[in-house]
């Protein structure tokens, strides 16, 4: 279709005289080919338009206004859109007198649609230009509102009327047209070829007082990363991060300490410590031992920031540890995750997501700032409930809201004080991207506030094992000894015996194997499965095996020929009753 984009001819005129001889702003025959195509296809110009399609007031010719809205309405219900439908709908709402004037609402759409040359194949080619057709009703709209709001404007000035004047003004800034996005700059991302021309160059390896991490970690810690230490509560985690950092400070790298956890001072006294000086002096605030410790740590670039007395956040502290190295290797250590702020942390809506917020944060530092980040983090209860591994539940789930911790850290270590010990501390990695993940042993010197790691003997887990099963064997015994009523599964014996699944049911079956329990058509019972003697040749017939009546409830019982239980025994020398509902100690 020729000349579809430039808009037909209207029999009205296209331009009225507005105030003060002005032009009114109009476009009456793009309005025209809209309301011709509403009228053939109002489906689906109503949903190409969107949010884009002109309003009702957006109409200059009150006709096509009328016309508008009846589609519109037709649309909303769902009923096909003819001109006798829309004819009969004004007509409903009383709203032909606009059209006697033009000879009545079906002449007025007949004559649109035979203006807007959309017959045929044109339709989809005048389609085309919906767009365009709604941008010009919809800016001669907002032209017209602008210039009827300056009139108003103007007539409040001259007459002095502050409340029409502000009225003007309110409609003059909302018709005004809203500016023009700037274009945003295309993101410079690297390729992959550059990527590669940058491997290895963005990091250095840190050397920790600790072999096996060093061994681990093919080295040591790389600057550019996130290490997360747990442990439970003495476990040494504090103790472990404060070591690394002042060793590294001596060797004249940047070290920032942000004390969230343990106050500033008491990381003060550590360090004080771990060069040679007294605890209790520096508590007591002994003259020589204070100076002593100023003098040593004078000339270290060594930051101690307390996040509570200075309102320090890790942003701030990450920013100025990277003024001050000025691109040379730096160490940030957080402790911990659990107490130190960030900028932008959601308080509100607990401390999962405060957590997550903290390690974005840690990251970012690692990443554009090219910090060795170390933290401590708390862990959950049921890492460290327990003294037996098998019952804790996974060091990588450990982390107590460990959502963003176990999946932001390249290397995440966990730190267990060895029971029965004050001093000794297992060490196992539970994550670790720069390498393998190697198991270790630290021992504390209280007096010195460091760790040194030592030899772990694989013997002594084995033995707390073995120590484990006997006692969890002794446990199924005197269920099944005192059960009033027969347990008739594995499962029923363990529910009685809670405490670790997999070794209850090892140890049932190593009973079962051994014949000190076994299972008959009732449930489990003490001994071996009873058989019924074979008679002697000659002989008087076998006596039946004797039963036993339970002393708290009838119902018989094998005899426990291997407990020295008999017949008609007194009740003392059953064993004390149970109490299932509580946790059986592990050792």
Not at 488 to 508: D, E, F, M, Y
Request: glycine share 8%; proline share 6%.
């Amino acid at each position: 279709m020729s000349g579809v984009a430039n808009v037909p001819a209207s029999s009205g005129p296209e331009r009225r005289r507005g105030g003060r001889g002005q032009d009114v702003p109009q476009a009456v025959a793009a309005e025209e080919c809209l309301i011709a195509l509403l009228l053939v296809a109002a489906p689906t110009v109503v949903a190409r338009l969107g949010d884009r399609a002109p309003s009702v007031a957006d109409y200059y010719d009150p006709r096509a206004q009328r016309v508008a809205k009846s589609i519109y309405a037709l649309v909303e219900d769902g009923t096909a859109v003819s001109s006798v439908a829309v004819e009969q709908h004004l007509a409903d709402e009383g709203q032909i007198d606009v059209f006697r004037a033009s000879g009545g609402i079906l002449r007025y759409c007949l004559e649109v649609q035979a203006r807007a040359p959309l017959g045929g194949a044109e339709l989809e080619e005048g389609a085309g230009h919906i767009h365009e057709w709604a941008r010009a009703v919809t800016d001669t709209a907002r032209r017209r509102r602008a210039l009827e709001a300056t009139d108003s404007l103007r007539s409040a000035l001259q007459r002095g009327d502050a409340e029409r004047e502000e009225l003007a003004r309110k409609q003059l800034a909302e018709v005004a047209p809203a500016p023009t996005p700037k274009a945003l700059p295309r993101p410079a991302w690297p390729t992959p070829a550059e990527r590669a021309l940058q491997l290895g160059l963005g990091g250095v390896r840190m050397v920790t007082p600790f072999p096996s991490l060093n061994t681990a970690c093919r080295g040591g810690v790389r600057t550019g990363t996130v290490v997360v230490i747990g442990g439970a509560p003495g476990a040494g985690k504090t103790t472990s991060v404060v070591q690394m950092g002042l060793e590294w400070a001596r060797n004249r790298v940047h070290v920032a300490i942000l004390a969230a956890d343990e106050d500033a001072d008491g990381l003060l006294i550590r360090v004080g410590q771990m060069l040679g000086l007294a605890r209790e002096n520096l508590e007591e605030g002994v003259a020589e031992s204070r100076e002593a410790l100023a003098s040593w740590i004078v000339g270290m670039p060594l930051m101690l920031v307390d996040a509570d007395e200075q309102d320090a956040s890790v942003d701030d502290v990450s920013t100025e540890l990277a003024l001050r190295a000025a691109g040379k290797p730096s160490v940030l250590v957080v402790d911990s995750i659990q107490t130190v702020r960030c900028k932008g942390a959601p308080e509100t809506e607990g401390p999962r997501a405060r957590v997550d917020a903290v390690m974005a944060t840690l990251k970012r530092a690692a990443k554009s700032q090219h910090h060795l980040v170390i933290a401590t983090c708390e862990l959950a209860r049921g890492a460290y409930r327990s003294a037996v591994a098998a019952e804790r539940i996974d060091d990588l789930a450990a982390f107590k809201e460990s959502g963003g911790v176990e999946y932001g850290a390249s290397l995440a270590l966990v730190m267990r004080s060895v029971p029965g010990t004050q001093a000794l501390i297992d060490v196992s990695i539970a994550k670790n991207r720069l390498g393998e993940k190697l198991d270790f042993r630290l021992a504390l010197d209280k007096r010195r506030a460091s760790l040194v790691e030592v030899q772990k003997l694989d013997d002594e887990d084995v033995q707390a094992n073995v120590e484990a099963m006997d006692a969890m064997k002794k446990r199924v015994l005197v269920v099944i000894t005192k059960s009033i009523e027969a347990l008739p599964s594995k499962t029923a014996v363990w529910h009685r015996c809670k405490g670790n699944k997999q070794r209850c049911l090892k140890a049932i079956f190593e009973l079962e194997q051994s014949g000190e329990i076994h299972f008959s058509d009732r449930g489990f019972r003490i001994g071996s499965l009873p058989r019924e003697p074979v008679p002697e040749p000659g002989g008087d017939s076998p006596k039946p095996v004797t039963a036993v009546t339970h002393p708290q409830k009838g119902g018989n019982r094998w005899n426990r020929g291997d407990l020295g239980q008999k017949t008609g025994a007194p009740e003392a020398s059953v064993p004390e009753p149970i109490n299932d509902d509580v946790e059986p100690e592990t050792k």
